[in-house]
C-alpha cells in the first residue's frame, strides 16, 4: 500500500546525512530498514532542535506507526538531505512527514514516509493532551 504525503503540510526542518557503508545490505544499495532510522534521526534532531528532549519519566512525543515510500535506490557514499514536515494537530497527535533526496539530485524525491506522533504521559502509561507550545509549533 502506498501513502500519499500530504500537499497541506508545514516544512519544519532539514538535515543533510551521509550514506555509510555499512547501511548498505548484500544488493549494494540502502536496506529498507535504513530509510526508516534516517527519518527517525531528522525527527529526533527536530525535537531535540525545539527543545523537545527525550523524557521517558515525563511526557513526550511518542510514534505509534511509520511507513516509507521506496522510489529510488540509495548507495554509499551518497549525501542526503532529509526534509521534515508536520500536519493535522489533533487532541494528543500530529503528523509528521519526511523526504530523502540526494544532494546531488535536489528535487528528486528518492523515498517520502511519516508517523503519527503521539503526546504521552510515560508515568501514567497514556496519551495526553498536546501542550500548547507544541500545538502552536505543529499548526500552520
Keep these: 500500500m502506498k501513502i500519499e504525503i500530504p500537499q497541506n503540510k508545514k516544512r519544519v526542518h532539514e538535515l543533510r546525512f551521509p550514506v555509510r557503508w555499512g547501511d548498505m545490505d548484500a544488493m549494494g ?8 532510522r534516517y527519518m527517525e534521526t531528522a525527527r529526533i ?57 540526494r544532494e546531488s539530485q535536489p528535487g528528486l524525491i528518492c523515498a517520502a514516509g511519516g508517523a503519527t506522533v503521539i503526546w504521552v504521559d510515560a508515568a501514567l502509561q497514556k496519551a495526553s493532551p498536546l501542550p500548547d507550545w507544541m500545538r502552536a509549533l505543529v499548526s500552520e
Design 29 to 36: 544499495h540502502v536496506n529498507n530498514s535504513q530509510y526508516f
Design 45 to 101: 534532531e527536530w525535537m531535540c532542535a525545539i527543545g523537545c528532549q527525550p523524557a521517558p519519566q515525563g511526557q513526550g512525543p511518542v510514534i505509534v506507526n511509520a511507513f516509507c515510500n521506496f522510489f529510488q535506490q540509495l548507495a554509499h557514499p551518497d549525501q542526503l538531505l532529509l526534509t521534515t514536515y508536520v500536519s493535522d494537530p489533533g487532541r494528543c497527535t500530529f503528523e509528521s512527514w519526511c523526504t530523502i533526496e
